[in-house]
């Protein structure tokens, strides 16, 4: 299925399926920077297109964020990410890719889904208000997959992961999700030597987390599977599929881990004031199993394994402004 493109591949995600494939020995990955490819850009991604002609894609390319992020900037979540998708489906129709694989998020399931979420909750219910941009336009990207494959018979999938973590976070306090936000807040305070840390929301919202590098593997497991295969475990109009470990922990619980972890000896404290977001996102993630495949990397040594990495990797830690 070669060549292959990861759109996104200096993304926390995207660089964990270039290492995934790499690793597999894939000997021909085209690989652009956003400054090389805009992907907001239709004519810029059609050339792109026409003239690299890959064979298979991986559309790991988002703008993502917490919950900070996901209220300030709504206008711009919605349309980077709709654009991206718009584009390059488009563009992989037009030139013939014989297989292309969506990556998006489990916030498009409703904001009180049944737990665990299945598949088949999508457009059941309101979305959560905090990530509702993003989740319309993640949403869109798989009813996109979706029609491209009814009208014209491609093979465009969506796998759907739970909230991701792992090397390559971003550690930027205004963008991060919860897990590179506590390592860094709970390491700067450590450093400072403060005698608390405030943590948003009540601390009894509960999460499921995927280690990236075992999204990578899911990722490509997926993709690896053929096509009489792939569509007998799913439907025309309900493609998706989730990517997930399939427990939880709650907030509160995670952050001693993380305070464990990094060593910090003060206290933690909740502040009810700030947003939980949805009280609980959970995946069923049945329909993976039955596909062959388990996450394998548990909380505790993916929460050791990112930190171990943060500490690597000085340009993550910035001062606060």
Excluded at 101 to 112: A, D, E, K
Excluded at 149 to 161: A, K, L
Excluded at 216 to 243: F, W
Aim: charged share 20%; aromatic share 8%; hydrophobic share 40%.
């Amino acid at each position: 299925m070669n060549p292959i493109y990861i759109a996104g591949h200096r993304g926390m995600v995207g660089a964990a399926i270039v290492r995934q494939l790499q690793k597999a020995g894939e000997p021909d990955l085209r690989l652009r920077s956003h400054a090389e490819l805009d992907l907001t850009n239709q004519f810029a991604v059609d050339h792109f297109f026409a003239t690299e002609r890959p064979a298979c894609v991986y559309l790991a390319a988002a703008k993502v964020g917490g919950i900070w992020a996901n209220n300030a900037y709504p206008a711009d979540f919605i349309y980077q990410n709709l654009m991206i998708e718009a584009n390059l489906i488009h563009a992989a129709y037009r030139h013939g890719v014989k297989r292309l694989l969506l990556l998006g998020s489990s916030c498009i399931y409703p904001r009180l889904a049944e737990q665990p979420m299945r598949e088949e909750a999508l457009l059941t219910g309101t979305l959560e208000p905090t990530n509702e941009p993003y989740a319309i336009a993640k949403i869109a990207g798989i009813k996109l997959c979706e029609s491209y494959n009814r009208q014209y018979g491609t093979d465009f999938r969506s796998v759907m992961p739970t909230n991701l973590y792992g090397p390559g976070d971003n550690f930027d306090l205004e963008q991060s999700h919860v897990i590179p936000a506590l390592i860094r807040k709970l390491h700067e305070a450590k450093l400072e030597q403060a005698p608390s840390v405030e943590i948003w929301g009540t601390g009894q919202a509960r999460r499921e987390f995927l280690h990236v590098d075992d999204m990578a593997q899911a990722c490509v497991h997926v993709m690896g599977l053929d096509q009489e295969t792939y569509q007998s475990h799913t439907h025309p109009m309900l493609s998706h599929i989730n990517v997930g470990v399939g427990t939880d922990v709650s907030i509160g619980e995670l952050a001693e881990q993380v305070k464990a972890i990094v060593g910090f000896s003060g206290d933690l404290c909740f502040n009810p004031a700030k947003p939980d977001g949805t009280p609980r996102k959970l995946l069923d993630v049945s329909r993976l199993g039955d596909l062959g495949w388990r996450a394998s990397i548990g909380l505790r040594e993916g929460l050791e394994q990112t930190y171990a990495w943060f500490l690597q990797n000085p340009r993550t830690i910035r001062t606060r402004a």
